[in-house]
């Protein structure tokens, strides 16, 4: 993994020097709000509904356990004992004091982390696959490139003030998970005759204008690659809309533009700021590889396992859900789900990151991801070691077997901390959870993928949830819309609107009948929701939905 | 003609903790609502909300938040100061602990 340099050390420690001096100035009312603020939000400092909220970068979601037991420590030290983990693979806290935040930066320090363009119109953590470097698909690890751009965004004197945020996304795998369709760059790392190279994706995102991106270059060769996104972010940094925030990212730039031009204007650029790189870039990638080289992977029995799988239905169904392919013989990656029926989604306690900090430490070549489904995954397992570690996650309400399923809901914080927000979105997640375990369900539906924003910024990625649901004001009164269909994967689609919202008590028994409804049409176990509707379309769904809601209104 | 004026209360966050604060009658800040001073004639409001804006080395982002008569002071019109009355729904923090720590 990738250690600070002295140079980045510098960086950082003095940025937090510069920025308690600016937290103090405030509290003695030196500096006023507004000129505090822009400061304060370049060290992802936000002030939310019930307190100030950091947010802390963990860079393409890779974290070892001395970091985790750092985030656990300044949960317990300076928050309520607990962390929300996001989408963008970040970590917030949502009730820090403003006099602990330099505290609380400093002890990050400790193990080289910072909470630096985690917001702001900056390029933003760069994000990618959570399983990289160990998942039997990948064509290459995305996280080596993934570190370049960290480095060469990170106070890049150009790309401070573009005209809104910018983020980026890498994956090494062709079945994306890194949502990299809804970025304003999104990389594919691909193998063309033996060679390695790069599809970019461009004008991807969410929120009020969601968009699926567009390619703009279909195979650029490696050494090409940073130039070119500088190239990018560099056109975009000219011609896009200062004049009108809902208009400023680069999707609607590539909108507005056509991708024809832009991907002229960025020849041309490239062509210009290529001969400045001049294979430093190179040099530094070929350096960072040497961080990210694989462990030593171990070589052993995995009867244990299949031990435990043949006697213990507990495990194994929890093995069935939350183990995928490794590349190495004898190992496994393991999803621990955040999503506890009943509990908050990407919340993780201060025990809970101690106990993942130690069993990476013991049984996983020291090593965390952090996943964008707010989940976290110890990436390399050998499987004589998973019931050991399966046995510990479970004594800590870590062990529940629901990744991908219905339970594995994505929600962001909603009207409960957001100060954005148009409603809640947390107890929403909550109730669907409780309701199919409830049912018992939810291993018989299979494959789903609920998400759940509180605005239409769409942090908790809606559009793209199989059932999103985007919680919505109503002359006062919270309620709820739902798309169906969309696909955040290699083939990314947005969701379809099914029609009007449901009230807060509305939307778990509505979210049932769309249940129903594929249970009752699919073709057999093996066809997905997403499959299904792909199939048969909104209308069965829509009939569901409402007709039922139809005859209970006559019935009144 | 012109919209009645509904009662309301002067709301903040309060600089170092960031919680959500009231204005009281006798221009200090409360993080009890039913403490909060209820605003019914706008002449008066504007010119609170101005003095209560100036205390920049207290509190940030201060505005006038709709109330309805309750059994127990005012009430939030809005879910959102309902929440910020209280506290978020998944975890017994902020105010409603407050409160049940107090009581
Ligand atoms: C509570 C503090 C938060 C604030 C103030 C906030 C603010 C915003 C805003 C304003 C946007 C729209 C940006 C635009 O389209 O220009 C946005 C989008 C987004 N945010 Fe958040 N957000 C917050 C929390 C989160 C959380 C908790 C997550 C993950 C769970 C998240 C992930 C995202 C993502 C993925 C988008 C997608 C839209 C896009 O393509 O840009 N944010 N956020
Ligand atoms: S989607 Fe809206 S409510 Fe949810 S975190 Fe983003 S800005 Fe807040």
Redesign the pocket.
């Known amino acids: 993994m990738y250690t600070y340099s002295e140079f980045d050390s510098a960086f950082v420690a003095a940025r937090n020097s510069q920025f308690r001096a600016q937290v103090e100035r405030r509290i003695d009312g030196s500096l006023t709000e507004d000129e505090f603020k822009p400061l304060r939000l370049m060290n992802g400092l936000y002030l939310q509904l019930h307190a100030y909220m950091l947010r802390v970068a963990i860079p393409y979601g890779t974290l070892n356990s001395r970091q985790m037991r750092k985030l656990a420590d300044i949960a317990e030290r300076w928050d309520k004992g607990y962390g929300h983990f996001t989408t963008r693979q970040n970590i917030q806290y949502n009730w820090p004091n403003l006099a602990d935040v330099p505290d609380m930066l400093d002890a990050l320090a400790e193990v080289q982390m910072h909470a630096i363009q985690t917001s702001g119109n900056t390029i933003r953590n760069v994000t990618a696959d959570h399983f990289a470097g160990a998942a039997a698909d990948e064509v290459a690890d995305p996280r080596p490139v993934a570190e370049l751009i960290r480095q060469w965004s990170t106070d890049h004197p150009e790309f401070q003030f573009l005209p809104r945020k910018f983020k980026v996304g890498v994956t090494g795998s062709p079945n994306d998970r890194a949502v990299t369709a809804a970025h304003d760059i999104g990389l594919r790392i691909i193998e063309r005759d033996g060679e390695i190279g790069y599809q970019v994706i461009v004008g991807g995102g969410l929120g009020r204008t969601p968009m699926i991106g567009k390619v703009l270059a279909d195979f650029l060769p490696e050494s090409d690659l940073l130039p070119y996104i500088e190239a990018v972010v560099s056109v975009w940094n000219l011609l896009g809309r200062r004049d009108n925030k809902f208009k400023s990212r680069i999707k609607i730039t590539v909108h507005e533009h056509g991708i024809e031009n832009i991907r002229a204007r960025v020849a041309e650029r490239f062509a210009i700021i290529k001969p400045s790189f001049a294979g430093i870039d190179q040099e530094m990638l070929a350096a960072i590889r040497a961080d990210f080289a694989p462990p030593a992977f171990l070589t052993a029995s995995d009867e244990p396992y299949n031990h435990a799988r043949q006697h213990d239905p507990i495990f194994r169904s929890w093995a069935d859900t939350n183990l995928s392919e490794h590349r190495a013989p004898g190992y496994a990656v393991v999803s621990i789900s955040l999503k506890a029926h009943g509990k908050t989604p990407g919340d993780a306690s201060a025990r809970q990151m101690r106990l993942m900090a130690a069993l990476a430490e013991r049984y996983g070549h020291d090593e965390l991801r952090i996943s964008h489904e707010q989940n976290v995954i110890l990436p390399h397992v050998h499987k004589s070691h998973i019931p050991s570690v399966f046995a510990a996650l479970r004594a800590e309400g870590l062990g529940t077997a629901n990744i991908g399923l219905i339970s594995d809901i994505i929600a962001?914080?909603?009207?409960d901390y957001?100060?954005?927000?148009?409603a809640r979105?947390i107890p929403i997640a909550q109730e669907i959870a409780t309701r199919f375990d409830e049912l018992k369900l939810e291993h018989e539906i299979g494959e789903m993928k609920i998400k759940i924003?509180?605005?239409?910024?769409?942090?908790?990625h809606h559009h793209v949830g199989h059932i999103g649901i985007l919680?919505l004001d109503r002359a006062g009164v919270e309620s709820y819309q739902i798309t169906l269909g969309g696909d955040h994967r290699a083939d990314a689609r947005l969701g379809d609107r099914t029609g009007p919202g449901f009230s807060a008590d509305d939307i778990v028994p509505a979210i049932e009948r769309i249940v129903y409804a594929y249970l009752d049409l699919r073709t057999g176990p093996e066809e997905t929701f997403l499959a299904a509707y792909q199939r048969v379309g909104l209308a069965p769904f829509k009939a569901a939905l409402y007709q039922t809601e139809a005859q209970a209104y006559a019935a009144e | 003609m012109p919209r009645e004026f509904t009662p309301k209360v002067i709301t903040a966050n309060a600089l170092v903790q960031g919680d959500v604060v009231y204005f009281t009658a006798q221009d200090t800040w409360t993080r009890d609502l039913r403490h909060a001073d209820v605003l019914t004639d706008e002449a008066d409001a504007d010119l609170r909300l101005l003095s209560a804006q100036a205390r920049t080395g207290e509190v940030v982002g201060v505005y006038l938040a709709d109330m309805k008569p309750g059994t127990d002071g005012p009430e939030p019109v809005h879910f959102r100061e309902e929440f910020r009355r209280t506290g978020p729904s998944n975890h017994f923090h902020g105010k409603q602990a407050d409160i049940a720590s107090r009581t």
């Open positions: 962001c914080p909603g009207m957001c100060a954005l927000a148009t979105s924003s509180g605005c239409i910024n769409a942090c908790g919680g």
